[in-house]
């Protein structure tokens, strides 16, 4: 099931134009910024997530945690400014460039998310959709 799973991915990767559309869900699981390395139990706590939803060459990124003031995770969903595979070491890398805020999405499915203010996310995806 995984090397079906990995297969798929590297074809969405090298082919871009084949996958009309794709969605991984993205699971945070280390988090620091220029204050602190948020512990495992932060990190739980805090149920951070990303959502990345590709149609074509556009996508779009929600940003997911727990809110306490609503008791529940809530998004914010960002119309991503460009989508750029990188032929060399097969990198997708969504930017939304007036935010700084960029996700980066290697072939075995992790990701790096640079959230611009300082902030670093890392953690593993799958592939929900198709």
Same mark, same amino acid.
């Given at each position: 099931?995984?090397?079906?799973?990995?297969?798929?991915?590297?074809? #969405?990767?090298?082919?871009?134009?084949?996958?009309?559309? %794709?969605?991984?869900e993205? /699971?945070?699981?280390?988090? #620091?910024?220029?204050?602190?390395?948020?512990?495992? %139990?932060?990190?739980?706590?805090?149920?951070? $997530?990303?959502?990345?939803?590709?149609?074509? =060459? $556009?996508?779009?990124?929600?940003?997911?945690?727990? $809110?306490?003031?609503v008791?529940?995770?809530?998004?914010?969903?960002?119309?991503?400014? /460009?989508?750029?595979?990188?032929? =060399? %070491?097969?990198?997708?890398?969504?930017? #939304?460039?007036?935010?700084?805020?960029?996700?980066?999405?290697f072939?075995?499915? #992790?990701?790096?998310?640079?959230?611009?203010?300082?902030?670093?996310?890392?953690?593993?995806?799958?592939?929900?959709?198709?």
């Amino acid at each position: 099931m995984r090397a079906h799973v990995g297969c798929r991915l590297l074809v #969405l990767l090298l082919f871009p134009k084949l996958a009309t559309a %794709v969605e991984y869900e993205c /699971k945070v699981e280390r988090k #620091l910024d220029t204050e602190h390395v948020y512990t495992q %139990v932060q990190v739980q706590k805090g149920q951070f $997530s990303l959502r990345i939803e590709e149609n074509g =060459n $556009s996508a779009t990124v929600s940003r997911c945690s727990f $809110s306490a003031s609503v008791q529940e995770v809530t998004c914010d969903r960002y119309p991503m400014d /460009k989508v750029v595979l990188d032929e =060399n %070491v097969k990198i997708k890398k969504y930017y #939304l460039f007036r935010s700084q805020f960029d996700v980066q999405l290697f072939a075995d499915l #992790l990701f790096i998310e640079n959230n611009g203010r300082g902030g670093i996310a890392f953690g593993r995806c799958r592939v929900v959709a198709p």
